[in-house]
């Protein structure tokens, strides 16, 4: 059968169709088939009034099916949707649903997946996951494998109360606590961190506190280490140590202290060596050495130690054997006034090189020399001459001895036959009494304490008493001999030459006090 450019047809009883038919063009206005009732294709298919289409067997499409302008239904299975897709349930594991990528239960936006009515449905016919409209409740938990995905300011919240909350605002993350402590655990029951309202906020390890805030800073429970330093910003704050604050570290804008209070009794620094150095760590200024010496540098060069031998060493200003400023003694804040002792020393490889130099301030900023010892001995001023040193100073007492004139002779009062040897001089005093048995050989006296030198001689004064001066003599003279070790006495005065005093010049009661003055080796 064929109809062909058919304007309108009406059809209220039905047309039954055996084989194959084919329409070709219906109404040239809009090529439709009107149906007035019910079009029956075989025992399968029914083609109702009002559009619907009621097939019991299998329906094959070699293209895409597509209801109305929201649903396109494509020949390999895939669904197409632009509207609201309603079930009562969804069986499956969802192992064919991918890249849903913005899905929502119960709202309005779009992309969504509507089950139920919204009174406690069940979700995959399980009883753990349930969705009364607004809440998704989960019996059980929730394992993802990505991870979840929120937006700005929603929160993820826990506890009935919800009492435990994370979000982000856009800007910051915030984990907030509104019901008891907050602890992070590290391992099961072992708290990490704790967190008290209105309180301290606490740090473990291990399961054991370390450090804790307090009303007043923070309190550590063992030792601070740091990589770096610790700071105490501002000035004049303490850094504090010991039960009582007993020491403090502190700088107070200008300078810095180390401050043992009242109730630290001593000061200790404890090392092997300790230095003070300058702030470059460059240049030593002090060391202080273990078992050792204590050391004083300026500029890096020491300038005096301890010493277990000579107990200090004081360095010259530079190691030179010419005679540098190495110590003023002075009064105090007069420094640089010119007043005060310099001592000078020198050193060397050799005797000649070493001495001592004493300088006196002369109140005008200058100093003049006025002392130097050295191996030559004590020289005067600024001389420097070997021949006008001191070099030797000694007194005591000597006993006389006779050499000629009588047998022996007796000595004064105690003390009174002395001596003084002041460089190479020489100065005598002694008395001498009771010349026994004396005879006419020239009187002569020995044993001086230092020989005369050679090519010198010495002469002295006398007091004599009951001693016969002889014609034209008025006076006794001491003379020393040169080369020897005696005295010789001889009587002066008008006469034309001089007389030496023999034994019996002298009375029983004889005696003679006198000084005499040589050059001795």
């Known amino acids: 059968m064929s109809l062909t450019k058919i304007g309108s047809i009406g059809i209220n009883t039905g047309i039954a169709f055996a084989g194959v038919t084919t329409i070709v063009t219906l109404n040239t206005a809009n090529d439709a088939l009107s149906i007035g009732a019910t079009v029956n294709v075989g025992s399968g298919i029914t083609l109702g009034a009002s559009g619907d289409i009621f097939a019991t067997g299998v329906s094959t499409f070699s293209g895409n099916l597509k209801v109305g302008s929201g649903v396109t239904i494509s020949p390999d299975g895939d669904g197409f949707y632009t509207g609201v897709v309603t079930a009562t349930s969804y069986y499956g594991d969802g192992s064919n649903l991918s890249n849903i990528t913005s899905t929502t239960i119960n709202s309005n936006a779009d992309n969504r997946l509507i089950t139920g009515s919204g009174t406690a449905n069940t979700l995959n016919g399980e009883s753990n996951l349930t969705f009364d409209g607004s809440t998704l409740t989960v019996t059980g938990s929730i394992d993802l494998s990505s991870h979840l995905d929120m937006g700005d300011s929603d929160v993820v919240k826990l506890g009935d109360g919800d009492d ?22 590290g391992n099961g029951t072992e708290k990490s961190i704790a967190c008290v309202p209105d309180g301290t906020v606490e740090l473990y390890y291990n399961n054991s506190k370390k450090l804790e805030t307090t009303n007043t800073g923070v309190s550590i429970t063992g030792k601070l280490e740091t990589t770096t330093f610790i700071s105490v910003a ?111 020393a020198k050193g060397g490889s050799i005797s000649s090189q070493n001495g001592l130099n004493i300088r006196l301030g002369t109140g005008s900023g200058s100093y003049l020399d006025k002392f130097t010892l050295d191996n030559d001995g004590l020289k005067f001023g600024g001389d420097t001459a070997a021949a006008n040193a001191l070099d030797d100073y000694e007194e005591g007492a000597w006993t006389v001895s006779l050499l000629s004139g009588g047998t022996s002779i007796a000595e004064g009062g105690s003390g009174n036959n002395r001596y003084v040897k002041i460089g190479s001089m020489v100065f005598l005093t002694f008395e001498i009494t009771t010349l026994a048995n004396p005879d006419g050989n020239t009187f002569e006296v020995g044993n001086l304490p230092y020989a005369v030198a050679s090519s010198r001689e010495g002469t002295g004064s006398c007091m004599s008493n009951h001693i016969t001066y002889g014609t034209n003599r008025t006076m006794i003279t001491t003379y020393a001999y040169s080369g020897q070790s005696k005295l010789r006495f001889y009587t002066s005065g008008n006469a034309t030459n001089w007389r030496a005093i023999t034994g019996s010049d002298f009375t029983v009661s004889g005696s003679i006090i006198g000084t005499i003055a040589y050059h001795t080796v």
């Not at 000035?235 to 200008?254: E, P, R, Y």
């Not at 050495?289 to 130690?305: P, S």
């Open 164 to 185: 435990f909350q994370l979000y982000h605002d856009g800007s910051n993350s915030y984990v907030t606590n509104s019901t008891g402590n907050l602890y992070i655990n």
């Open 234 to 344: 501002a000035d004049n704050q303490d850094l504090k140590v010991g039960a009582g604050d007993d020491i403090k570290l502190f700088h107070d804008g200008t300078d810095s202290f180390i401050h043992g209070t009242a109730g630290t009794r001593y000061l200790k620094i404890r090392a092997a060596e300790t230095r003070m150095v300058n702030e470059a760590n460059s240049e030593i200024i002090a060391r202080f050495i273990e078992d050792g010496a204590v050391e004083l540098y300026h500029n890096n060069i020491k300038k005096l130690q301890t010493n277990d031998t000579y107990g200090t060493i004081l360095s010259n200003t530079t190691d030179n054997a010419a005679y540098t400023n190495a110590l003023l003694l002075t009064r105090r804040g007069y420094e640089t006034s010119g007043y005060g002792v310099i001592f000078q």
